[in-house]
């Protein structure tokens, strides 16, 4: 394992992603329990795409008081059938949420009649619970959440809100061959449902994991691009307690 740090945000590099998501899972651990000494509960916002896989799968195996975590995911496509695979609440359900025993685990529904009311009750819920951790990816457009570069906002107003997915965004949900993703862009929705940029930042701790040679631009400009909107993921540099994890294709353009 290599490390580095630019600004605020410290770097992990590992041999692969196996490795990766162990140790992200093994650091993420220890501060769940870190904080479950000192709070009743607490509260965790997840990601969901297929570069979470190994964390979530080493996270679900941890010793952990799971029913004193309210769980929450960042994101959801807008339309989708509530049974569909790619749905980011379904995918974590299958990966995470129905593995453990959680206190409450809170859904977006980007199927909801009125979907500025759901922006809202969720709102009402993320303030009600205040992030302690928050878990997230980097998209090959640097977007974190659905914080493409065209809506990211890092003074927006609100905490969450509907926004339409930019073309690098949606191809990247494209793999034939995982059943979570999809067979071709035109299944893709076009929108979706976002926790914004500083409702993401006001988790006392984050951690980013985002393996594989698809996201070595991403990281390449998460970490020499000057700290923007246009690329979203620069904003971890100013988190106070955030922790970025990497394998060796993802930081193969850092050398």
């Not at 993320?126 to 065209?150: M, Q, R, S, W």
């Amino acid at each position: 394992m290599r490390e580095l740090k630019k600004e605020n945000l410290a770097v992990k590099i590992f041999e692969n992603r196996e490795l990766m998501g162990a140790a992200a899972a093994t650091v993420a651990a220890d501060k769940i329990v870190e904080l479950l000494k000192k709070k009743e509960f607490i509260n965790i916002v997840f990601a969901a795409a297929p570069s979470q896989n190994e964390f979530l799968a080493n996270l679900s195996e941890k010793q952990i008081d799971w029913k004193r975590v309210n769980a929450f995911h960042m994101d959801e496509y807008v339309g989708l059938n509530n049974n569909a695979p790619q749905l980011f609440g379904n995918f974590l359900k299958e990966r995470f949420f129905g593995k453990v025993s959680l206190r409450n685990t809170f859904y977006l529904n980007g199927s909801a009649p009125d979907l500025g009311q759901e922006c809202k009750r969720y709102t009402e819920l993320l303030e009600k619970y205040p992030t302690d951790i928050v878990f997230l990816g980097i998209g090959e457009n640097t977007h974190v959440a659905f914080n493409d570069p065209h809506v990211a906002d890092f003074n927006d107003p609100v905490m969450v809100k509907i926004v339409d997915l930019d073309e690098k965004n949606r191809t990247q949900q494209v793999d034939p061959g995982d059943p979570s993703c999809f067979n071709h862009i035109e299944e893709v929705p076009t929108h979706a449902i976002t926790l914004t940029v500083p409702a993401l930042f006001k988790a006392d701790y984050a951690y980013a994991i985002a393996p594989g040679e698809k996201k070595a631009d991403a990281i390449y400009h998460t970490l020499n691009e000057e700290i923007q909107e246009n690329y979203p993921s620069t904003i971890l540099r100013k988190h106070p307690n955030a922790v970025l994890f990497i394998d060796e294709k993802s930081a193969e353009k850092l050398i």
